[in-house]
Structure formats: structure tokens, C-alpha cells
């Protein structure tokens, strides 16, 4: 009778933990085959003494075949919910990538960058002044009189009052000199903004000031830094020519040209046949600017000198229009990389 019992009893746990699909539903057979293992041992009570010990023995056996059952059937369920999850998360490790794409500076910055790096290397530091200028910084304290044609309504974007936008960035040698003593060595880019607009003009664009002054700065140190310049920015045997020219801020002012890096001088197409290429603008710094910033001019002289960054890209990657620069068009964009 009890053998019948038992048995029956482990019939049903194994049912049970078999049908049993997870770990929950297995939880839940057990605690039910549990309270049956605990009615059936209740029946101890009723049988006589000498039968006890072995019913408690049968009882102790079949708890452990339980347990036992139990156990094996979580391993196996924990083992299938395993199997699962690794089927459902399965990666393709030879599914082809998904491929970004790299982005690039944009020429005027590359450009920018290039300068920084060159003039860095000769010792120069950054200032970048505000786009938004007076008009003492702009022209008066460059020595650009109030008559003179670029103070014009026309050649000149102004903001109202006092202020305008800045035409060039010679409106920071100013600023850079009335906040630092002598020796200065300043490199300073940034946009300037003028009412003209055809292929190679734009009436926003970049510009890069340089201004070195100090106890006795000649025009060959400024020859000698231009020609580091053109052989880093263009060819190393690219040749520097100075040009007489005018600039109020500079006295004597002089036009740079480079040799023509395209036909080294020969003439060509981009050169129009001359074998030099205007390139900037510079000369020593006049000595009314040194004064208005405080300066002495006969104990210091120094140089300045004025780019377009734009021109510079634009000679150095072949390209004609400078609207291209502002379209944001990637295929243009993406084509320059140093
Ligand atoms: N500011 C001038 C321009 O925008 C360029 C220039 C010329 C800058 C001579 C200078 C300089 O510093 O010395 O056309």
C-alpha cells in the first residue's frame, strides 16, 4: 500500500517537472509535489510503531529522488533558456560592415591650419580679435585718414554708430599692440567682410595677419619669413619677389609676389605668362600706427603682412571659382585633404 503510494507519488513529481516548460512553471510543480510529499508524510501518525522507521526511511528516500528530479530538470530547462538566448542573439560575424564615411576640414581651414603650423614654428602666437570693429581700430589707428576710398559707404558694411564689420584683419595689430610690449610675433586669422562679389571676390572671407615687431626688424626679416612661408605652403624652391605698392598702416608697403609653382616661373596659364604670382600684401609697419599704440618708433620697427586665405586655397588647389568655397557641396568639400 505504501510502495503503491509511493510510487505513484514519484510518478506524478516526474510528470510534473517534465511538463514543466520554465523555471517558473518548474518552481511551481515543485512547491505543489512538496505539499503532497508533506500530506503523505503526515500519514506517519496513523501506523503503528515498529512500521515507522521504515515508512520515515521510504518517505526520506522518495524526498530525495525528488529533489533530485527537481534539480536535474532545472539544469536542463536553465541549459534550453540558454540555447535560446544564444539563438536569439546571435551575431553575423561575416555580415559585411556598414561603412562611414570620413569627413574633412573644409580647404580654408586646411589652409589656416597649414599657416598656424608654419608660422608656429617660427614663434608666432595666435590673436583672434572681434569681427565686429570700431572704426578707430578698423582705419584711424591704422592711419587710414577719413577721406580715404575704403571708408566708403560702398567698400565698407557698416553696423550703425561707431561700429562696422572689420574690411581686414590689420584691425588686431592694433589690439595686439595696445595690450602687449614689444617683442610681438602675432599671427591672427579670422573672417573680414566687404560689399564685393564676383569669382574670386566674396563679401565675407578669411583673412591672416602677421605682425612682428621688435628692436631692429628690417625688411629682411620679413623676406626671410615670407620664404619659409612659400616653400612650406607651396614648392621648396618657390622664390619670393617684393613689389613697391601702398597701404596707409605700412611705410614702405610692399606687394609679395611668389614665383609660379605650377610652371616655376616659365609662365603659364595660371601665372598669365609673367612667372609670378601676387600673393599678399605687407610691408614695415608705418611709424604713426607704432605711435597710436604706444610704441616707440625709434626704438622699435617691425613688419606686418595680410592674406586672404581663400586666394592662398584657391592658388594651391587649382580652383576658380571662390564660391565653391561657401556652397557646401561634400563632393567639392571631401576632395582636399592636406
Ligand atoms: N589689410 C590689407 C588688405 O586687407 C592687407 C595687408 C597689407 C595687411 C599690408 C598688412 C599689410 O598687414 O602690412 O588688403
Known amino acids: 500500500m505504501q510502495n503503491e503510494q509511493t ?17 517558473k ?3 511551481a510543480a515543485k512547491t505543489d509535489v512538496q505539499a503532497k510529499l508533506k500530506a503523505f508524510m503526515s500519514g506517519m501518525r496513523d501506523l503503528p510503531k515498529e512500521e515507522r522507521p521504515a515508512f520515515g526511511k521510504t518517505v526520506n528516500e522518495l524526498k530525495e529522488k525528488i529533489e533530485a528530479l527537481f534539480a536535474a530538470r532545472e539544469e536542463e530547462l536553465r541549459q534550453k533558456e540558454l540555447e535560446a538566448r544564444y539563438a536569439a542573439e546571435q551575431v553575423d560575424v561575416t555580415m559585411p560592415g556598414r561603412k562611414r564615411v570620413q569627413g574633412s576640414l573644409h580647404p580654408v581651414t586646411l589652409v589656416k591650419n597649414q599657416l598656424i ?5 617660427m614663434g608666432f602666437e595666435i590673436f583672434e580679435g572681434p569681427e565686429t570693429e570700431t572704426e578707430y581700430y578698423n582705419f584711424t589707428a591704422l592711419n587710414t585718414p577719413a577721406d580715404h576710398p575704403s571708408r566708403d559707404m560702398q567698400d565698407t ?14 584691425a588686431g595689430q592694433i589690439r595686439v599692440m595696445q595690450n602687449k610690449k614689444p617683442p610681438i610675433k602675432v599671427l ?9 562679389d564676383d569669382a574670386t571676390h566674396s563679401p565675407m572671407f578669411h583673412q591672416m595677419e602677421g605682425l612682428v615687431v621688435d628692436k631692429g626688424i628690417t625688411l629682411c626679416d620679413l623676406k626671410g619669413m615670407l620664404a619659409e612661408f612659400a616653400a612650406k605652403m607651396f614648392t621648396s624652391d618657390t622664390k619670393v619677389r617684393l613689389r613697391p605698392s601702398y597701404f596707409p598702416f605700412t611705410e614702405p608697403s610692399v606687394e609679395v609676389d611668389l614665383s609660379c609653382f605650377v610652371c616655376g616661373g616659365k609662365g603659364c596659364r595660371l601665372c598669365k605668362g609673367t612667372g609670378w604670382i601676387e600673393v599678399l600684401g605687407s610691408g614695415m609697419v608705418n611709424r604713426r600706427v607704432l605711435e597710436n599704440c604706444g ?3 625709434d626704438e622699435y620697427t617691425g613688419f606686418a603682412f595680410g592674406m586672404g586665405l581663400e586666394r592662398i586655397a584657391m592658388l594651391k588647389y587649382g580652383v576658380n571659382n571662390i564660391k565653391n568655397f561657401y556652397d557646401n557641396d561634400v563632393r567639392f568639400l571631401t576632395q582636399f585633404k592636406d
Open 7 to 23: 510510487e505513484e507519488l514519484r510518478r506524478y513529481a516526474e510528470e510534473a517537472a517534465a511538463k514543466a516548460a520554465s523555471g
Open 25 to 27: 512553471e518548474l518552481y
Open 117 to 121: 603650423d608654419i608660422f608656429a614654428g
Open 157 to 170: 558694411f557698416y553696423l550703425g554708430g561707431d561700429l562696422l564689420l572689420r574690411t581686414q584683419t590689420s
Open 188 to 196: 591672427s586669422p579670422g573672417r573680414v567682410f566687404r560689399p564685393d
Open 295 to 297: 610704441v616707440d618708433p
